[in-house]
């Protein structure tokens, strides 16, 4: 039976056509944004995972919680009061984790970028779907240019958690797991009646650090990065 996590797997694949790509033309990806992304200055990398983790909770046939709904904001604002947490020191990420990076001590509007982990593998490759891709020179956009697909990065040793070879670090992570509030290797339809996520700030959920980081990340109102 299909778990939840083989299934984020198939959207994430439908959602960037792979390593071949999606344009901005694509259906898949103007239905994945909604309609928000007009073009040039518009990071659409956390579009991706709002989608994704969306269309995981409807298939659970459960509730979506208040950072998933349109009616609360959607893709952006409250999506970050989901739990996300702290990296751990050199963790392994699971198919699935959302990851976020940024260059230097707190996120900012030119090197903040959110993924999604498809897996680490041997030589610290770490493999992801990504949104956003086009934002690289806004004077060059057209509509054209490929804005999501699955790539492949260079991870080293940072202090305390992965970085990438070219400067960000790991910031916050969302698990899979915790974006379901239930395991994500469950079968769907398993039967599982799991209680909605923690939000932030509360017993169990991320201890504040986060909420502050995450907060400025809302005010920014989107991420604009370099990819």
């Known amino acids: 039976?299909?778990?939840?996590?083989?299934l984020c797997e198939r959207l994430c694949h439908d959602a960037t056509?792979?390593?071949?790509?999606?344009?901005?033309?694509?259906?898949?990806?103007?239905?994945?944004?909604?309609?928000?992304?007009?073009?040039?200055?518009?990071?659409?990398?956390?579009?991706?995972?709002?989608?994704?983790?969306?269309?995981?909770?409807i298939a659970s046939g459960r509730e979506l919680p208040s950072w998933l709904r349109h009616e609360h904001g959607g893709s952006f604002n409250m999506f970050w009061s989901a739990p996300w947490r702290a990296p751990r020191p050199?963790?392994?990420?699971?198919?699935?984790?959302?990851?976020?990076?940024?260059e230097g001590e707190a996120p900012t509007k030119k090197r903040t970028h959110a993924?999604?982990?498809?897996?680490?593998?041997g030589e610290f490759?770490?493999?992801?779907?990504?949104?956003?891709?086009?934002?690289?020179?806004?004077?060059?956009?057209?509509?054209?240019?490929?804005?999501?697909?699955?790539?492949?990065?260079?991870?080293?040793?940072?202090?305390?958690?992965?970085?990438?070879?070219?400067g960000r670090h790991l910031g916050w992570v969302l698990t899979l797991d915790a974006a379901l509030g239930m395991p994500a290797d469950t079968p769907i339809g398993g039967g599982v009646s799991p209680s909605p996520p923690t939000p932030i700030g509360a017993p169990g959920g991320d201890s504040?650090?986060?909420?502050?980081?995450?907060?400025a990340l809302a005010a920014l109102g989107y991420l604009i990065v370099k990819r």
């Open 90 to 102: 050199f963790e392994i990420p699971k198919l699935g984790d959302v990851w976020v990076i940024w």
């Open 125 to 166: 490759t770490l493999t992801s779907w990504d949104y956003g891709q086009s934002f690289v020179d806004p004077a060059k956009w057209r509509r054209g240019m490929i804005e999501g697909i699955e790539k492949d990065r260079q991870l080293r040793a940072g202090d305390p958690a992965w970085e990438t070879t070219d």
């Open 17 to 57: 056509n792979g390593r071949e790509g999606v344009t901005f033309d694509s259906p898949i990806y103007q239905e994945i944004t909604e309609g928000r992304d007009p073009g040039p200055h518009y990071s659409s990398c956390v579009d991706l995972p709002v989608w994704v983790i969306r269309e995981l909770w």
């Open 208 to 215: 504040g650090g986060g909420g502050l980081a995450l907060a």
């Open 1 to 6: 039976m299909l778990t939840y996590r083989q």
């Open 115 to 121: 993924l999604i982990c498809k897996e680490l593998s």
